[in-house]
């Protein structure tokens, strides 16, 4: 007598991530028009949440006066010249505290020290020492990445793969060579993953300088919108700030697939 | 030029790993060190390339360095230990870019080493493209381009399965043929150091105390596998080793 053949139930599958396109778009487009159907038949307020269709209107009125880019290039020049700033200081920095326990000793520290500090709580002084004009803005921004940047840095230098330095040094490569060939490639995953969430920081500082003291900028016109309760503008200039959140997200994502190619 | 290691000793905090060693490698022969796990082949083997320092005693290079060579002591790892980011030809490359050479002799030397490793089609392909015994290769090549004296080999085919070891020990075999380099090749595998060593030595258990030095005299193009003399051979080496062997596995690890 044979007993009867089952198949052997599958367990395996899941735990893997995998790449659904249009997924991000549909959830927004969902979320929106939730809004849009809510607003319009009076299930939402129109004091809880602005018609996306009116946002959108304001939006083109931005675009036809002119005032859009009147706002967004101080604030892009801010973003750009800050982040800059920060994020190279921060990288220098970051690989000489990893090559140096001198350095290393004497850096973590302060670093430590000054990461939890609201780099916002610090805007006046900033004021005292830069001016009141755009210097300000920039080192605010500055340092806000600088920190990140710093212990993403020395951390992604830390995790450089040891054999690969002993090869250097096994074939007689210069301790520039070393440097530049293997520690810095071996190093730019941490570091662009650690740019990440410093860019995202910058974002968020620009606004808050801006709203702190600025004519034009996202900020100011974000924080004009609010004084006023004007909730269509309000939400026109957080729109571009998400904007802006998912382009520099974009950018490192597109940076990532051109400098790591090599990685598995 | 000949590597010579006198009374070398070496401890890792409290544990002696190696213990009076005197060891001759002379040029343009293969020397294999054999010893159970953990006797401090490896160790050793990092001294001889400087990597390392000994506590005690000294390794000392007899002889200059023959003419046209760029680097006299050159290690291969057992993990390849190739940039992921550079081609086959960036790895090589990677290595004469610190000496003094114009952008044509690079490119011959890199066009010759790739071409004695049967890697020449593959010059612009990344790592990750590769296969285990490819990337050996990758790292051969990149050794043979600096013309080294001495070849420092830390069990490189370890990683790899058992064919593409063979195939990997005929390459190293007609390699060596046609131009013979003097070697160190620390293995844990007998038929590897039956099949390559003109000299095969047998390291204790920790602290590492060379056991015995045998000498092979079969040259190395007539050896195969599976010949008897070389399976006597290895029966010998294994006899030596087994006790040693089994006590080193019983041992804790405490490092």
């Keep these: ?264 | 030029m000949d590597l010579r290691l006198e009374k070398v000793s070496h401890h890792y905090g409290a544990t002696e790993v190696l213990r009076d060693i005197t060891l001759d490698v002379p040029s343009g022969k293969i020397v294999c060190i054999v010893g159970p796990s953990g006797c401090g082949k490896s160790t050793l083997l990092r001294m001889l390339g400087g990597l390392e320092r000994p506590d005690q005693g000294q390794v000392l290079q007899v002889g200059a360095p023959p003419a046209g060579c760029l680097n006299p002591l050159t290690f291969i790892f057992q993990d390849f230990a190739l940039l992921p980011w550079r081609s086959v030809r960036g790895n090589v490359s990677l290595v004469l870019e610190d000496h003094p050479l114009d952008r044509a002799a690079r490119g011959a030397i890199i066009d010759d080493v790739l071409s004695r490793t049967k890697l020449a089609e593959f010059g612009d392909a990344l790592p990750k493209q590769l296969s285990g015994g490819m990337k050996q290769r990758v790292a051969i090549a990149r050794a043979l381009a600096v013309n080294p004296a001495v070849m420092l080999m830390d069990e490189p085919l370890s990683a790899l399965d058992s064919q593409t070891r063979e195939l990997l020990m005929d390459d190293l075999v007609s390699l060596w043929t046609r131009a013979p380099f003097g070697a160190v090749y620390v293995t844990h595998n007998l038929a590897e150091a039956v099949r390559l060593g003109h000299r095969i030595v047998v390291l204790s258990r920790r602290p590492g105390q060379v056991r015995e030095v045998v000498s092979i005299d079969m040259p190395l193009e007539d050896r195969r596998n599976g010949l008897a003399e070389l399976e006597t051979q290895q029966k010998i080496l294994w006899d030596m080793m087994r006790e040693e062997a089994m006590a080193a596995d019983a041992e804790l690890v405490d490092v």
């Excluded at chain 1, 209107?57 to 002119?66: I, S, V, W």
């Excluded at chain 1, 230098?157 to 060939?181: A, C, E, H, Y």
């Excluded at chain 1, 100011?220 to 998400?242: H, K, N, P, T, W």
Aim: hydrophobic letters at 55%; glycine letters at 10%; aromatic letters at 10%.
């Design chain 1, 1 to 264: 007598m044979s007993d009867p053949a089952r198949p052997v139930p599958f367990r395996g599958g899941g735990f893997v991530a995998r790449q659904r396109r249009g997924m991000g778009l549909l959830v927004f487009v969902l979320l929106i028009a939730f809004a849009e159907w809510g607003t319009r038949t009076g299930f939402i307020s129109a004091l809880t949440l602005p018609r996306p269709s009116d946002v959108l209107l304001t939006f083109k009125e931005l675009y036809d006066t002119g005032m859009l880019f009147k706002h967004l290039i101080p604030s892009l020049t801010r973003l750009v010249v800050g982040a800059s700033i920060g994020a190279g200081l921060g990288i220098a920095l970051g690989v000489l505290i990893a090559l140096f326990s001198l350095v290393r000793a004497g850096l973590v520290p302060l670093v430590a020290a000054i990461f939890p500090i609201p780099k916002i709580a610090l805007l006046p002084l900033f004021v005292i020492w830069f001016g009141i004009d755009e210097a300000s803005k920039y080192a605010l921004i500055a340092f806000g990445t600088f920190t990140p940047t710093v212990v993403a840095t020395y951390a992604a230098v830390d995790n450089v793969d040891r054999t690969l330095i002993r090869m250097g040094q096994s074939f007689g490569l210069s301790w520039q060579s070393i440097v530049r060939k293997i520690v810095l490639p071996g190093a730019m995953p941490g570091i662009l993953s650690g740019l990440r969430i410093s860019l995202t920081i910058a974002i968020i500082l620009l606004v808050a300088a801006e709203m702190l003291g600025a004519e034009f900028g996202i900020g100011a016109y974000i924080l004009q919108a609010g004084s006023l309760y004007d909730l269509e503008r309000l939400f026109a200039g957080v729109v571009i700030l998400s904007v802006l959140g998912v382009l520099v997200s974009a950018g490192i994502a597109a940076v990532e697939r051109r400098v790591l190619r090599w990685r598995v």
